[in-house]
């Protein structure tokens, strides 16, 4: 069964930092993952999708990679910004049923 | 539309009772998602639409979890003899398609959620 986790659960930087969100799942066997950002009592908005021929891709300020052999995704946050401050959830596909199965989340908070 | 819209924002009912909760996804996007999130936590998946029929509903809790998508288009989750335990905010997503290779057609938008309370 994919299991999917996300470490820190809680992050808190000043202004400018650049940072990393890490995400692990348990089953290498995947379609594609996606990085979504939640701000407090919203759904969810899409970031980046990587597919799992993928080695990584980039938006903006994000840069989000995938190493399927080792089950890690990090998320990469240049310059942050106050307005970055959401919680960070990472979804994993999986090949053999469950769709898609979340990670518990990273808070982040970006100090001015 | 739009994005994916979601109704009621709110609903809290009486446990016992039944609820319908209602999603209208993104125009011309065929396969349709349901989720539930407590909070602190990642959405947990529930059930999934390709058209008009559930191509997957092993996410869903009970038999007191049902939902239909009767014309490939809105979808509503229905759940009878409300529990306290039912109190989480459930989330829709839709994407373009699910053929679990095409990349972005992949990709899901979310509504805003349905925040249900059971008393």
Do not use: M
């Not at chain 1, 240049?78 to 989340?105: I, R």
């Not at chain 2, 306290?84 to 373009?96: E, F, I, K, Q, T």
């Amino acid at each position: 069964k994919q299991e999917v986790t996300q470490i820190p659960a809680a992050l808190s930087v000043p202004e400018g930092e650049n940072l990393v969100l890490n995400c692990s799942f348990t089953d290498s066997a995947i379609y594609n993952l996606q990085w979504f950002r939640q701000d407090p009592g919203k759904g969810l908005t899409s970031l980046l999708l990587i597919q799992s021929s993928q080695r990584e891709q980039t938006s903006g300020r994000l840069n989000a990679s995938l190493d399927k052999s080792s089950g890690r995704s990090t998320l990469y946050i240049a310059a942050s910004q106050p307005g970055d401050s959401a919680t960070y959830l990472c979804a994993v596909d999986s090949n053999y049923g469950q769709n898609f199965v979340f990670g518990p989340g990273t808070r982040l908070s970006v100090l001015p | 539309g739009a994005g994916v819209s979601q109704t009621p924002s709110n609903k809290v009912t009486e446990k016992g009772k039944y609820v319908e909760l209602r999603c209208d996804p993104i125009s011309g996007h065929t396969a349709l998602y349901w989720y539930r999130q407590s909070l602190g936590q990642g959405p947990e998946f529930l059930i999934y639409f390709q058209g008009t029929g559930a191509a997957d509903d092993s996410g869903l809790p009970n038999d007191r979890f049902f939902a239909v998508r009767p014309e490939g288009s809105v979808s509503t989750l229905k759940i009878q003899r409300t529990e306290r335990g039912d109190s989480a905010v459930y989330l829709c997503a839709s994407s373009l398609t699910f053929f679990r290779d095409r990349g972005r057609e992949d990709e899901q938008f979310f509504g805003p959620g349905t925040r249900l309370t059971v008393l």
